[in-house]
């Protein structure tokens, strides 16, 4: 009787996680997590839904969510004819879901490039590709018989396809599925003879000649890591890089000196990895503010061959730059804007803007670890210059669950109502809600006399990246605040490295770059280096050693996160500066 009951156990359970996997894939949502800096827009961008639709399903949800909350997201109307996505419940095996949705660990491997063995687990979000499309490709050998009247076999002597991606030969593609060359060109006769398979050609897959069909079970069922191991990419090495720069060199002249500025900075940055032994051949292309100027580039044959492209810089041309990046397996690289969304959605774009909400999340985390016993004043501008509302209502929430105090006080508050507000054997931070320097310009004077008549107390001043564009006017202000600013980019003029690149920089060009912030000549070398040397190192395994790459820029920080398991990569580096009251500048690198 135990070994019937057992059995019957065993069957229970594996109807329930059968019932319950069909009834996910029939709901009209699906669940979602909230992570670590996600906004309901980041989180619409990722799915295709509008903020509206999941405020629909979650009320509340617009005025706040939080890391750990689960969110009901909204199927679209054809996501049973087309892609879906699937949040992995308790049980649930990469092998499972593959038997569940009719489709190969391959194409879902293939459609979650960030997936794996390690994040497989309960309330990961995945994509799940079409079961029409890839039948579609099983079917596509059997085709042109069904067109001439011809009946096909009931069998397809097919067990898959497989679209060529750059590089692959006959050797590797036959490696890959672990058949014969002979077999894959008996399978595929148009190839024999060819010494090269055009990119996105697809190749009927044979079943090996002493398997006529397709097993019903497999013998044993394979465990997760077996199968992302056998359907991983294989690792290729790049002999010659080839870059593409994508920008608006020759347009308005504002715009295209800031370009032509950049430009020159990743030629250096080439020339620097060129003496280091590494090949990189650079095209460099003009695209104006036409929106379809773009398109006339993306017709040009060489660029489907390039490893990587930089650009572009207007918002218009993202998406179908990004289109054509994934459609032809190219890393993009978008240097300037931090408000697109392509990146929710596209595996092959690498934002080095950080999104707001992301940076802002970065932001706080900093803050409570640097100041966790603080109190927190801010200093409320005026109507109209208030751009940081959304950075500093955030900021309340998070000293509110750290239990952090914090009180606010009006713009022109007067040297004895800042006094009036400090607390003793605290750091007492004072932050604007305003990054503007009119609102440093009324609150400076009055928190230099509180610092100079209470030197016991510890007083910081806390802002924003923009402080950099006039820190000479407040340079002997911020030091004796001991000021304290975030930003994702910075550069000490004074330290060795920036030293060498602007005496570099003024060698090649006879000139100086231009006094603005980001420094672009700064932004291009940085930007350049990193990518073509990552490519260059480890090949195209670059996104799986991005954490071993030690480099130090001059400018910019570089720390990439994909945004979930089918989209891109964002940069999540912040940095804090620190004028401290020793008349010292300091840099802040948090890990």
Request: charged share 20%; proline share 5%.
């Amino acid at each position: 009787m135990r070994i019937i009951r057992r059995i019957l156990c065993l069957l229970c359970l594996t109807a329930t996680c059968h019932i319950g996997t069909w009834a996910q894939e029939n709901q009209s949502y699906f669940l979602h997590t909230v992570e670590k800096g996600q906004s309901l827009y980041s989180i619409a961008s990722m799915y295709g839904v509008s903020q509206a639709d999941i405020i629909r399903l979650n009320p509340g949800s617009d005025d706040k969510i939080y890391i750990g909350h689960t969110l009901r997201i909204p199927r679209q109307a054809d996501d049973r004819k087309s892609e879906t996505f699937h949040t992995i419940a308790a049980g649930e095996t990469l092998y499972r879901l593959t038997v569940v949705y009719n489709v190969s660990a391959k194409a879902i491997c293939d459609a979650n490039p960030g997936l794996s063995a390690e994040n497989f687990r309960i309330g990961q979000v995945i994509r799940i590709p079409s079961t029409d499309t890839t039948n579609e490709e099983q079917q596509a050998d059997i085709a042109p018989q069904q067109q001439s009247g011809i009946q096909p076999p009931v069998e397809s002597r097919c067990r898959e396809m497989h679209k060529v991606k750059r590089r692959e030969t006959v050797y590797s593609i036959s490696r890959l599925y672990g058949i014969t060359e002979a077999e894959l060109l008996a399978a595929n006769p148009e190839l024999e003879g060819k010494n090269k398979i055009k990119r996105g050609k697809m190749l009927c897959i044979p079943y090996p000649t002493a398997q006529t069909k397709q097993p019903t079970g497999p013998q044993s069922i394979p465990s997760d890591q077996e199968l992302f191991n056998e359907n991983a990419p294989k690792s290729q090495r790049f002999n010659t890089i080839k870059a593409a720069v994508i920008l608006p060199f020759l347009d308005a002249p504002q715009e295209s000196a800031r370009m032509v500025e950049y430009y020159e900075g990743f030629l250096m940055a080439v020339d620097s990895l060129k003496r280091r032994g590494t090949s990189v051949d650079v095209y460099a292309y003009n695209a104006t503010n036409e929106k379809n100027s773009i398109n006339a580039l993306l017709a040009k044959p060489e660029l489907k061959n390039m490893d990587i492209i930089f650009g572009p810089a207007y918002q218009q041309h993202i998406a179908p730059l990004a289109g054509f990046a994934k459609e032809n397996d190219i890393r993009l690289v978008i240097p300037f804007t931090s408000k697109d969304n392509t990146v929710y959605q596209n595996a092959s774009v690498y934002q080095i803007n950080t999104p707001q909400s992301y940076l802002y999340s970065e932001v706080y985390d900093h803050f409570v670890r640097q100041f966790p016993n603080a109190n927190v004043i801010f200093i409320e501008a005026n109507q109209g210059t208030q751009e940081k509302a959304e950075f500093i209502k955030g900021l309340k929430d998070e000293l509110r669950n750290r239990s952090i105090p914090s009180t606010s006080l009006k713009e022109d508050a007067t040297a004895e109502s800042l006094k009036a507000v400090l607390a003793n054997g605290r750091p007492n931070i004072f932050i604007p809600t305003s990054g503007s320097n009119l609102v440093l310009l009324k609150l400076l004077p009055q928190l230099t006399v509180v610092v100079r008549e209470m030197p016991e107390s510890d007083i910081h001043l806390f802002g924003y990246p923009e402080w950099q564009t006039y820190t000479k006017d407040h340079l002997e202000a911020f030091f004796e605040l001991d000021t304290y600013f975030y930003s994702s980019f910075y550069t000490n003029n004074l330290l060795p490295a920036a030293v060498n690149f602007t005496k570099s920089y003024r060698k090649w060009y006879g000139k100086d770059m231009d006094e603005r912030y980001p420094k672009y000549g700064m932004l291009g070398f940085d930007t350049g280096y990193y990518f073509l040397k990552g490519l260059s190192d480890y090949g195209t395994d670059f996104e799986k050693n991005m954490h071993r790459m030690h480099l130090i820029p001059i400018q910019t920080g570089f720390k990439f996160q994909r945004v979930n398991n089918w989209g891109g990569f964002i940069n999540k580096k912040v940095f804090f500066v620190h004028f401290t009251k020793n008349y010292e500048l300091v840099k802040l690198d948090f890990d």
